[in-house]
């Protein structure tokens, strides 16, 4: 069976602090992966997708960046954060085929402060 | 501009009543829809899937219409629980593969009370 792990579960940053925020899927090779974002109240906005190692495109960038060093893993990060990147971050996959279901991530709620 | 609106934004119903929760959007394309289940602070959890014109599925007591014309979907559910107190978020893919986006809407909270 496939598992995604987020970590961590929650963090409270500084603004200008550096954040590294991580996701490993497991069971699964050759994931689709995702971030997605949602400001307190708000609605979800997807930020990344890469669809195999080392190619990551970004749909909406917030000022954060991400990676995929393993196919297993990735990871959304950032040198200085802001008070507007506080929020809820939530990874996702998908097998890639079409339609396919997304399996979500249980999130990162992050306070900066 | 927001390209997907449900409605209503909350709803409180009994335990045992049924309920509907609407979705409109103005993507395009529109691939497909999806319905997720959110509880607070958590993760997102896939209900149902709905792809063609007319399309219609059904999950256990979860049930959903999609209506591509009028870029309408609905989700019923039926028999109300207490563990159905969420907020339930309607989805519409303007593509099947990855390198789509999704567009999510701010989400119905539904309470279910005893």
């Known amino acids: 069976a496939q598992t995604i792990h987020q970590w961590p579960v929650a963090e409270i940053k500084a603004v200008g602090s550096p954040l590294s925020l991580g996701c490993t899927i497991k069971?699964?090779?050759?994931?689709?992966l995702y971030w997605y974002w949602q400001a307190t109240g708000g609605t979800l906005q997807q930020l990344f997708y890469?669809?195999?190692?080392?190619?990551v495109e970004s749909v909406v960038q917030l000022n954060l960046s991400a990676s995929r060093p393993k196919d297993d893993q990735f990871i959304l990060s950032t040198e200085k954060l802001l008070l507007s990147h506080s929020g809820f971050y939530l990874c996702?996959?998908?097998?890639?085929?079409?339609?396919?279901?997304?399996?979500f991530g249980s999130g990162t709620r992050l306070l900066v402060i | 501009k927001t390209q997907v609106e449900q409605s209503p934004q909350s709803l409180v119903v009994r335990q045992g009543e049924n309920c509907v929760l609407q979705c409109n959007y103005s993507v395009t394309p529109d691939n497909h829809l999806r319905w997720f289940k959110q509880d607070t602070g958590k993760g997102l959890v896939s209900l149902t899937v709905?792809?063609?014109?007319?399309d219609k599925t059904s999950n256990g007591r979860y049930s959903a219409t999609l209506d591509k014309d009028a870029k309408h979907s609905t989700l019923h559910i039926t028999a109300t629980l207490l563990d159905d107190t969420a907020t339930y978020i309607c989805v519409v893919g303007d593509r099947g593969s990855a390198l789509g986006r999704l567009h999510f809407g701010a989400g119905t909270q539904l309470i279910v009370i005893p």
């Open positions: 890469s669809i195999t190692v080392g190619q």
């Open positions: 069971g699964k090779s050759s994931p689709n």
């Open positions: 709905l792809v063609h014109e007319n």
């Open positions: 996702a996959w998908s097998p890639g085929q079409a339609n396919s279901d997304y399996t």
